[in-house]
């Protein structure tokens, strides 16, 4: 739908002529909260701010919901999502837009519509459809309706579960089989994919980008063994769209988040928040190098 975001960005990216370009990417998530930090809106404005965007959230669904899982859910009417998304493209320009929890048909073709008429440079979707644990997030009704949006995208990120529904093809067994898969899905569709070979059983884990014209850029990392995982799904699209959003490269922005998140991942731990499957902690690259930093400032001194 929106143009290749390999192309580089017009010089003069201001709402208003005469500006100068803003200094950050400017980048709406459109999902649902989690009150503890760790997923849909909240991960997104941190992981969009630590790849270097400006985050907005458009809230979808108010999740109650800690690190043992979701306790309830309330989805406002579609009228006040369409009502938050008009106030935001109304006045302010957007480098990219991430999707993540639609929750709802009727959710699901408001975003869609919003959309069509407002086509932003860069739409990156997290098609919240299957659950780590396998279970189905989605009726029917409304994992159809997310089947055609994702059509409408730059590039899609589902872990291997929503892959297999994406493509209607049995769960890959191995990456090789889902590579296969979102080859012949971004070729059919011209939508790129992000194959996650996370909640496989290797060892080594990749991020490979999958575009339509059968290129491949594949981005190595290390299983962290811990329990901190809570949103990572959330937080690599997110930040993806923010560093495709400022114009960088598929493969260049894959690589940046991926090196970011394992970090992230490694660290998450330490935050002791909750005691089930915890967050993943977003800023800890940026303390690091700030800590650097000043470490360095100290020994020039």
Known sequence: MSSD??????????????????????????????????AGTAADLKSITAAGGYGMAAVTAVVAQNTHGVRDIHVPPAAVLTAQLE??????????VKTGMLAT?????????????????????????????GDRLLEA????????????????????????VLTCAPRAAGEQEALAQAAEWSAATGVAVVVKTGHLEDREVT???????????????TRVDTTSTHGTGCSLAAALATRLGAGEAPAEALAWV???LHEAIVHGTALQVGGGHGPVDHAHRARRLAG????LAAAAR
């Open 5 to 38: 975001p390999c192309t580089p960005l017009p010089s003069d990216r201001a709402a208003v002529p005469g500006r100068p370009a803003p200094s950050a990417p400017r980048v709406l998530s459109i999902a649902g909260t989690d009150p503890t930090g760790g």
């Open 141 to 164: 009704e409304a994992e159809q309706a997310m089947l055609r949006f994702c059509r409408l995208a730059s590039v899609v990120t589902p872990n291997i579960d929503e892959l297999a």
């Open 292 to 295: 650097e930093h000043l470490t």
């Open 87 to 96: 106030a935001v493209s109304d006045d302010v320009v957007l480098e990219a």
């Open 258 to 260: 991926t090196d970011w």
């Open 105 to 133: 048909a009727e959710i699901i073709r408001a975003v869609e519509s919003w959309v069509l008429a407002h086509p932003p440079r860069v739409l990156v979707v997290d098609p919240v459809m299957v659950a780590t644990s």
């Open 207 to 221: 991020n490979t980008w999958v575009g339509p014209d059968g290129t491949r850029h594949a981005v190595p990392s």
